[in-house]
């Protein structure tokens, strides 16, 4: 949205007479009171006017056409809407910012930058925003997103969970802040999380199934894009402030921000923090599950009418217990207590983003991104460091944006890495190694009007050189990876996507060179520096329909990886674990989703869900370990001007289909109720929260948690949430 946003440019001399105008007004929903300083952009034209004071907007010199606009304020959901602008005449769409739950979505990490209407993508996205992620435990990213279709949580506790889409997890999954990657080492290992604060970023984006095309072989099985926002100019000053407790773990919280705006400069100052004590179960508590984390992050940037940067920092400290990490290490002293081991992380970030727009053909105008994370964590042992693991990291991204020729758009563009990973102590598994990637791609859609196609392609280069003393190998792998889709529309609000995505993966880091024992995987992992890379095949086809009163997304997917790389256990023990090779053979997947909402009346919405995966090593007959079972939610949501009630019953299946050496897990029931108020006016808005969730204190288990024959989750507890939004 960086480039569509310089108030409306000027392209009038390009349409002459022929284009149309398009104008309205935005209020707050409920109270009707206008809202000023509200993004308005048209979709696809990434043309941006902000309100005036009296909520109203306008657009001269549109192309004829058929266009989804969308309004937005910072923290506050998005309102998106269609609109056909014909030559010659004016067009009104009025806008009405809901805080309900059920809304539409917008995405910029499916197409790389630039702004789209979910229901719209090729691919499957969900967004969610600060008001959903606040009621949810924002503990660690996993623990914030466990509740979305096609999303479960890894975990070796609380402040370690991780999100798994569509049964993909570790490196297959990439973890990004602002389209880059976080640069942590949380794919690497159970028992490491991610520096992410659910509670201060704008909003959480989840692109579910690959994304190499895009964004680079480790999002062979999907994308987390935490979105911060202070990507625009806007006049004066906004912010927010959350807080958060709950029981059943002792949550305390609170996280908030401002930004201020002035002529065409801003300036941005965002924190939080949060604690969690030991959790509570219907077998008891948890020892050492505890958590506690602090953030802090500010910037500023100019925006004028042809290009704009930005400069900010960020740093996250965080500390959390890793339960029954002791026993898998032999620790502590027979009749003594048992040892504790926590883990220490922090994080510190730099960043520059800039860009231009307006520019001569054949170039519309161009993003470019740079970030260096420095990141380190120290597994600690009854207080004293046992392992010490740093990950320093450079990502650069430049995106070059192509103008329109006829029916064809596009961009193309860059990025690439410089890694250096050191770990010092008991568990280095690895030599200090530095990996270099870099890598180029393009995206293009034909828009054919009812149908449009879409395709692109992406080279990539990963290189890795261990410590020269080691003895072990340098790496080089290169790959390709492509993708094309369909996208028609059936009727009014209902399109059909089908899509072909081939994608490339090299071997990680962990995969290539660990030796010795690893508590964080529950394995003796002997690394294999003869890997070959992954390539991936796979199809999803997938219905989305949206109107006033029934919203569906339904999707079915079936993706083949060759040479896919696992932990093949060879059957000893080692240290008082299992031994087990980094192998590699043939997998494949095959799923699907399904939600549907169903307004009943004015008042009482129906809704549902479900999910499902089946993985297997295909060349062995074997399923792969940690997928998670069939899930499905029915629930409703009755609403009442600010008033929101949302009882749910979450099920899921048992799961029998087991790698060697992995239990089963018992099928279970969970009642929820989520409720909230929210209190909108014209400069300001207050929400209220309550989630009270496992209501009835089920003694159940997560199938990917590597510790959950002995920890069973959360029970009966009750999180309380107040937001105040100033605008």
Not at 479 to 508: D, I, Q
Not at 693 to 701: A, I, T
């Amino acid at each position: 949205m960086r480039t569509a946003i310089f108030f409306g440019l000027a392209h009038g001399a390009a349409f002459g007479q022929s284009g149309g105008r398009l104008s309205g007004k935005v209020t707050l929903g409920g109270s009707g009171a206008p809202v000023h300083n509200v993004t308005v952009t048209i979709v696809g034209l990434r043309r941006s006017v902000l309100t005036g004071e009296d909520g109203t907007y306008s657009f001269a010199d549109l192309p004829p056409g058929r266009y989804n606009v969308v309004a937005r304020l910072d923290r506050v959901p998005d309102a998106v809407r269609a609109v056909e602008v014909r030559a010659g005449e004016e067009a009104g769409l009025d806008f009405a910012l809901d805080f309900g739950p059920i809304r539409d979505q917008v995405t910029v990490t499916a197409t790389g930058g630039s702004e789209e209407v979910a229901s719209n993508s090729f691919q499957s996205v969900s967004s969610f925003d600060l008001t959903q992620l606040s009621e949810n435990n924002s503990a660690s990213l996993g623990e914030a997103m466990e509740n979305i279709p096609g999303v479960a949580k890894r975990s070796f506790g609380p402040g370690s969970s991780r999100p798994v889409l569509r049964g993909f997890d570790g490196d297959r999954v990439l973890i990004m802040q602002d389209g880059l990657r976080v640069g942590s080492l949380g794919s690497q290992s159970g028992d490491h999380g991610e520096p992410i604060d659910p509670l201060t970023v704008e909003r959480i984006e989840v692109v579910k199934g690959p994304a190499a095309l895009l964004y680079g072989s480790n999002a062979i099985g999907g994308v987390v894009n935490a979105i911060t926002g202070h990507d625009y100019a806007h006049r004066g000053l906004r912010g927010f402030a959350t807080g958060v407790g709950g029981t059943a773990n002792g949550l305390g919280g609170a996280s908030g921000g401002f930004e201020y705006g002035w002529r065409k400069w801003m300036v941005w100052v965002n924190g939080g923090g949060e604690r969690t004590g030991d959790y509570d179960t219907p077998l008891g508590e948890v020892l050492n599950s505890g958590t506690r984390s602090s953030n802090g992050s500010g910037g500023f940037g100019r925006f004028g009418e042809r290009g704009y940067f930005t400069l900010g920092y960020g740093y996250d400290n965080r500390r959390y217990g890793v339960p029954f990490a002791a026993q898998f290490e032999g620790g502590g002293e027979e009749g003594g207590e048992e040892e504790l081991i926590d883990l220490a992380m922090r994080r510190h970030n730099l960043r520059f983003t800039g860009g231009a727009t307006a520019l001569a053909a054949p170039i519309e105008g161009y993003r470019v991104a740079l970030n260096y994370s420095d990141y380190e964590h120290k597994e600690l042992e009854s207080g004293e460091v046992g392992t010490l693991f740093s990950n320093k990291l450079l990502t650069y991204r430049g995106t070059f944006d192509q103008q329109r020729w006829g029916r064809l758009r596009g961009s193309f563009g860059f990025d690439g890495q410089y890694r250096e990973y050191r770990t010092t102590g008991a568990e280095a598994l690895a030599p200090p190694v530095t990996q270099q990637g870099v890598a180029g791609f393009t995206l293009q859609e034909l828009d054919l009007g009812r149908l449009s196609f879409q395709f692109g392609g992406r080279v990539e280069n990963n290189r890795y050189r261990p410590e020269y003393s080691s003895g072990l190998p340098a790496r080089s792998f290169t790959g390709f990876s492509g993708a094309a889709g369909a996208r028609f529309r059936l009727w009014e609000g209902a399109v059909f996507v089908a899509n072909y995505t081939h994608s490339y993966r090299a071997p990680a880091l962990e995969e290539l060179y660990n030796f010795g024992p690893h508590i964080g995987t529950l394995t003796f992992e002997v690394g294999n520096a003869r890997l070959d890379r992954e390539r991936g095949d796979g199809v999803e086809l997938a219905l989305r329909h949206s109107s006033e009163h029934l919203r569906v997304e339904a999707s079915a997917y079936y993706y083949k990886l060759r040479d896919f790389i696992f932990l093949a256990p060879t059957g000893e023990v080692e240290d008082n674990l299992p031994v087990a090779d980094y192998a590699q053979g043939d997998s494949r997947y095959l799923g699907a989703e399904a939600g549907v909402e169903v307004g009943l009346s004015k008042y009482f919405w129906a809704t549902a869900g479900l999910d499902y995966v089946d993985a297997e090593l295909t060349d062995f007959n074997l399923s792969l370990p940690r997928i998670p079972p069939v899930r499905a939610r029915v629930g409703f949501d009755a609403r009442v001007k600010g008033l929101s009630v949302r009882p749910e019953v979450v099920m899921a299946r048992d799961q029998r289909s087991l790698f060697p050496g992995e239990t089963r897990t018992a099928g279970y029931g969970v009642v929820n109720l989520r409720a909230s108020y929210t209190v909108p006016r014209q400069h300001s808005s207050h929400t209220f929260s309550v989630n009270g969730f496992n209501l009835n204190d089920k003694l159940y288990r997560n199938h990917l948690s590597f510790i959950k024959e002995l920890a069973p989750e959360i029970g009966r507890g009750v999180r309380f949430a107040y937001t105040i939004r100033f605008y």
